[in-house]
């Protein structure tokens, strides 16, 4: 478990964070959700400790990271997992190498049993096959994979995910969800991700902290987002017609009307934009 | 002045960040080994080459300046032995090796930095200045020097070459006058050079690279700025040197 107890961050005069806080339970997919900009890579930096909160407390467990020493640190960073916004892979190694090398670090197995560990992780996101390649021989996306599969490869306690679904097909990015889902149950992971894909939040929202501008501006979980009255909130989730028109959809199936004056015949033949990445 | 003062002092704690227990020592000998591959043979054709033209160089020029009839030949070779051993194989090499190292680790480390690799590693628990900073500075200081000694053997050797290519001495005339008046003691001052200069490049080129803030436009600039302070700390302590230990 994390508790993050009124987290501010700065940079040179420009708040970034303002007093968040939020617990993230074990066994669930806690998710950091806002808009471009709105603070959710330094706040999952701050939690990670790359970098240091101006105030507030990070705790693992009960334990204040920011006040560890450097030893203990070490201790909870060889738990932690991390998927970075922009993958982050060692590019003098290849993908086999990447994903092998906390491996090859921290554990004392010989070389066909991480092997197969590692083939095992690039099989669960689907890149058999690319074991040779070096990072910058393959796409984006597979970098993504390639970065999730090296932040699972020791199976962390913690896992942290900086937006593992940007940039992937709709597919994919489904497959990537419910990886993140069944290793976090099965293996009982504190998992955080920060996303602004819908889909992800409808998905894989058994928690959700909405950012606007640094600040926490709502929580709750993916069954009660939708029927949430926050109006930031709601800007951002409806930010596309489709979306809007769907939520319409259910409220006229569970209330009978809808809730604005808009009705059915401008919803059917309405074409549904597709989803819109605010990246 | 408050910034280099700052600079200082996060490059002294810096050196002292890498003191630490290696995660996995093997993983430290891999990268220790791979640094030493890529610094000594990376560098080793352009090592060789200016070397054998800085001693080819100074035994024409010193046999140019040497006009009096009363002063043997084979002090030539002497004065191209003294001068290739005391500067030219430790300081012009590693002014050389300045660029073309310090470069290569300032890049490196800034790549890494600028493309969260370094966070990367920090997530994982791995103290990065031991595990990136360390190898680096550690192969330099093993590979360097034996760069410099190569340097000056091909120095000497260089000499050897034009000087009997010119008709200036014969080569039995430079291989005698070699052996006069050699002091060890000028060896052992090359070697303080070739060590304390490997120290600087690495360890100056780390820390332009390692603390890069921004993107691939800083990579650029602090890889410059990593050669051009080298460059002048050589110089710098090169003369520290001589005036302290000659
Ligand atoms: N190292 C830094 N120095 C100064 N300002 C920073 C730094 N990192 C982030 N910021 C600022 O903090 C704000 C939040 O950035 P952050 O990267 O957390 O956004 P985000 O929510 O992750 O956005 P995105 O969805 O685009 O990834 C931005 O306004 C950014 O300019
Ligand atoms: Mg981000």
């Given at each position: 478990m994390i508790e993050l107890k009124n987290i501010s961050k700065g940079f040179e005069n420009v708040q970034?964070?303002?007093?968040v806080s939020s617990v993230m339970k074990p066994g669930q997919c806690n998710l950091i959700i806002g808009s471009s900009g709105s603070g959710k890579t330094v706040l999952m930096k701050c939690m990670v400790g790359l970098f240091l909160p101006d105030a507030g407390e990070v705790l693992y467990d009960g334990h204040d990271f920011i006040k560890m020493n450097d030893e203990e640190k070490k201790e909870i960073r060889t738990q932690i997992g991390m998927l970075f916004q922009g993958s982050a892979l060692f590019d003098s190694l290849t993908v086999e190498q990447n994903v092998m090398f906390p491996l090859e670090m921290f554990t004392k197995w010989n070389y066909k049993k991480k092997l197969e560990r590692v083939n095992e992780v690039l099989e669960r996101v689907e890149l058999k096959g690319t074991n040779k390649k070096f990072p910058s021989e393959v796409s984006g996306g597979m970098k993504k994979r390639v970065g999730i599969a090296r932040a699972v490869v020791l199976n962390p306690k913690y896992l942290f995910c900086d937006e593992p679904n940007s940039g992937l097909d709709p597919l994919t990015s489904m497959i990537i969800d419910k990886l993140i889902m069944e290793i976090t149950k099965e293996f009982k992971i504190t998992t955080i991700v920060n996303t602004h894909d819908m889909n992800s939040v409808m998905e894989m929202g058994d928690s959700i902290l909405y950012m606007h501008q640094g600040e926490k501006e709502w929580e709750g979980n993916n069954k009660e987002i939708i029927f949430s009255k926050n109006d930031k909130l709601n800007d951002f989730i409806f930010a596309s017609e489709f979306l809007k028109d769907a939520k319409d959809m259910r409220m006229l199936e569970e209330t009978g009307k809808i809730p604005n004056e808009r009705d059915m015949s401008e919803l059917t033949h309405k074409d549904a934009d597709p989803l819109i990445d605010p990246d | 002045m408050k910034k280099f003062i700052s600079d200082f002092g996060r490059y002294i704690l810096m050196i002292k960040g890498m003191f630490s227990m290696p995660e996995n020592f093997k993983m430290y000998w891999k990268e220790f080994m791979h640094q030493c591959s890529d610094i000594g043979i990376g560098s080793l054709g352009i090592v060789a080459i200016i070397s054998v033209f800085m001693g080819a160089v100074s035994a024409v020029q010193t046999a140019y300046q040497l006009v009096s009839p009363l002063i043997p030949k084979s002090t030539i070779a002497q004065i191209v032995r003294d001068t290739v051993i005391l500067e030219f194989a430790p300081t012009l090499v590693s002014i050389v090796l300045a660029g073309v190292v310090g470069s290569k680790i300032a890049s490196e480390l800034g790549n890494m930095r600028v493309s969260e690799q370094i966070d990367a590693l920090e997530i994982m628990g791995i103290n990065t200045k031991a595990y990136l900073i360390g190898p680096k500075i550690l192969a330099s200081m093993v590979v360097i020097p034996m760069l410099v000694v190569i340097a000056a053997v091909l120095g000497i050797y260089g000499g050897r070459l034009a000087g009997t290519a010119a008709g200036i001495l014969s080569a039995s005339t430079y291989d005698k006058g070699l052996l006069e008046g050699f002091l060890p003691y000028n060896a052992v001052f090359c070697m303080v050079k070739a060590y304390t200069f490997a120290f600087i490049i690495s360890s100056i080129s780390s820390f332009f690279g390692y603390y890069v803030t921004g993107g691939s436009l800083e990579i650029g600039r602090s890889s410059t700025k990593a050669v051009v302070v080298s460059c002048i700390l050589i110089l710098f302590a090169d003369y520290l040197l001589s005036a302290l230990l000659l």
């Open positions: 970034v964070i303002n007093d | -």
